[in-house]
């Protein structure tokens, strides 16, 4: 069975500070995915990983960074914290399968506010 | 540019009508993939069915089937019979395939209600 972690589930963080949130795979999928979501845009892309070591910058990346130490964890940074980056935030992993499709794998989310 | 457009933000049946969702999608490639998805109201993720750019053939899973127009970039989401339990966010995504690496993208949701 797939599966995707996420931690912390919640996140409650101040203006201006640091916030790291985390995504554990164990599918061995080269792709992994952050995306925010928030009511009326549906899933926003961050940044993205095709394996150890990469990153690239997806549809939102402001105000982000991501790390890719390893095929398993895939972080994504916030250096300094701001009230518009609240949001639900979703870790997917996803690879191309044996018959070329590549169906993502969703973690169960990280409600982050900050004040 | 790869970009997903989901124009219905919300959606209504009975139960045991049929459904269909829209989605247009814009992208340079030439291979690509179309994903469904469900979110539930728990906020979980469920793959409902996929459509390649290669096949013509509109694909169908259960009660799940698409209307796929290829050189309109559009693509249906056709739920049959449809219960109170389809009831949720559905979301249409653009996959492709980029520097070895797939991109993702999604559109805005479609929050449907089917009532009993």
């Known amino acids: 069975e797939a599966a995707v972690t996420q931690s912390p589930r919640n996140k409650v963080a101040v203006t201006g500070g640091k916030v790291t949130l985390s995504c554990n795979q164990t599918?061995?999928?080269?792709?992994m995915y952050w995306y925010r979501q928030d009511t009326g845009h549906g899933l926003r892309l961050i940044h993205y990983?095709?394996?150890?070591?990469?990153?690239e910058k997806g549809d939102i990346p402001d105000g982000y960074k991501a790390s890719r130490p390893s095929q398993e964890n895939f972080s994504l940074i916030l250096e300094l914290a701001t009230p518009s980056q609240t949001s639900v935030y979703f870790c997917?992993?996803?690879?191309?399968?044996?018959?070329?499709?590549?169906?993502?794998?969703f973690g169960p989310g990280t409600r982050l506010t900050v004040l | 540019a790869q970009r997903v457009t989901q124009v219905q933000p919300t959606g209504s049946s009975q139960w045991g009508e049929e459904v269909t969702l829209d989605c247009s999608y814009e992208t340079s490639e030439y291979f690509y993939r179309i994903f469904w998805y469900r979110q539930l109201f728990s906020g979980e993720m469920v793959f409902l069915i996929y459509?390649?750019?290669?096949?013509?053939q509109n694909q169908r899973s259960g009660r799940y089937s698409v209307v796929f127009q290829k050189s309109f970039k559009s693509i249906s989401l056709v739920i049959s019979a449809s219960q109170p339990e389809d009831s949720g966010t559905y979301f249409c995504a653009l996959s492709e395939l980029i520097f070895g690496g797939y991109k993702v993208v999604f559109g805005s949701g479609t929050r449907l209600l089917v009532s009993p």
């Open positions: 997917a992993s996803g690879d191309a399968g044996t018959d070329n499709y590549a169906e993502q794998f």
């Open positions: 990983s095709y394996g150890a070591g990469s990153t």
């Open positions: 459509q390649p750019s290669f096949d013509t």
């Open positions: 599918n061995n999928h080269n792709n």
